[in-house]
């Protein structure tokens, strides 16, 4: 039996526990050139129906460390252009024997409606505003290394939190692990909604990373935005950029992290982004070993695995 990676909402504590520690434990054997579990025979199909640089690379790399043979997708150049509907398009690679699927698209949710629609695991690779779980799962890995543990730290997730997959699936990966989250932006770009998540809200960032011990910054995602939202960039770079002084407030050996891609000068200047307390380039190499963990994970292959 497979199962689905469509977010960290519905995960326990226990698996997401396994599925750091099966990541970790990835991690290990790939840097000492020990060998990996193979899933050779399995080939996934990469559905990104929107751009992506590091998620995509990084779900290829991780499915060739296992083995794995990738079918690549694009919406352009497939028949979605000719009018084919998503759950026609998730049979034909169904019916072409496909194994499993991993999935990015604009619109929440469908993920779940192409798990539906095929008989193998899905992977979501980041759906619209809901959720990107690998993403949050990296994000924690990369935590975890610094700090030790997720119990107790507190974690300031600031900037465009309304548009953010990355910061609903972090909110709801670091609050079940322990850790306290904030949200921290401006009104317009805080969920209305966000006293449904497992986040605090501040409006000022002085207040919101005060004693934080991760900051994680978020882009402005311009191409989800509508008018009136954001006064001017400018604007917002001056009262939430996160840099040498605005660091200040928070604790000292804070972390600084950012999903990508950066808007360097906007959210982030390049001392935070570049400096000692920056995490950034670990989130982009332990995204290889949490997305091995992952295709792993989903394709039910025991915990325990076996060292072959
Ligand atoms: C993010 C995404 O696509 O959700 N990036 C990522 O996958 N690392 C964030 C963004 O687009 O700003």
């Not at 670990?282 to 325990?304: C, D, P």
Request: glycine share 8%.
């Amino acid at each position: 039996m497979s199962r689905n990676l469509l977010g960290i909402r519905t995960l326990d504590k226990k698996q997401i526990e396994d599925l750091l520690s099966l990541s970790a434990d990835f991690k290990l054997r790939v840097i000492e050139g020990k060998p990996v579990p193979r899933l050779d025979k399995l080939v996934v199909g990469m559905l990104f129906f929107e751009n992506s640089t590091r998620t995509r690379v990084s779900f290829e790399q991780a499915a060739h460390y296992l083995g794995m043979k990738t079918a690549n997708f694009s919406a352009s150049s497939s028949s979605m252009s000719k009018g084919e509907t998503l759950k026609d398009t998730i049979l034909t690679l169904r019916y072409e024997r496909l194994n499993g699927l991993v999935m990015r698209h604009k619109m929440s949710g469908t993920p779940t409606l192409a798990a539906r629609h095929f008989g193998g695991p899905v992977i979501n690779a980041g759906d619209g505003q809901h959720e990107h779980p690998t993403q949050a799962l990296g994000d924690a890995l990369t935590i975890i290394e610094r700090k030790g543990d997720l119990e107790g730290l507190v974690v300031a997730i600031v900037g465009d939190v309304e548009h953010s997959r990355v910061a609903r699936s972090n909110a709801w990966l670091l609050s079940k692990m322990g850790a306290e989250v904030r949200f921290v932006g401006p009104r317009t770009l805080i969920p209305p909604y966000s006293a449904m998540l497992p986040a605090s809200v501040y409006y000022d960032l002085a207040t919101g990373i005060a004693g934080a011990d991760v900051i994680i910054t978020l882009r402005l995602q311009k191409e989800r935005m509508h008018e009136g939202m954001l006064s001017s960039i400018g604007e917002y770079a001056a009262m939430y950029q996160v840099n040498r002084d605005t660091l200040r407030y928070a604790s000292p050996d804070c972390l600084v992290m950012h999903p990508g891609p950066l808007n360097r000068g906007v959210e982030v200047d390049d001392m935070a982004a570049d400096g000692e307390q920056s995490a950034i380039t670990s989130q982009i190499e332990n995204g290889v070993f949490v997305r091995m963990a992952s295709l792993y994970w989903a394709f039910s292959q025991k915990l325990e695995n076996e060292s072959n």
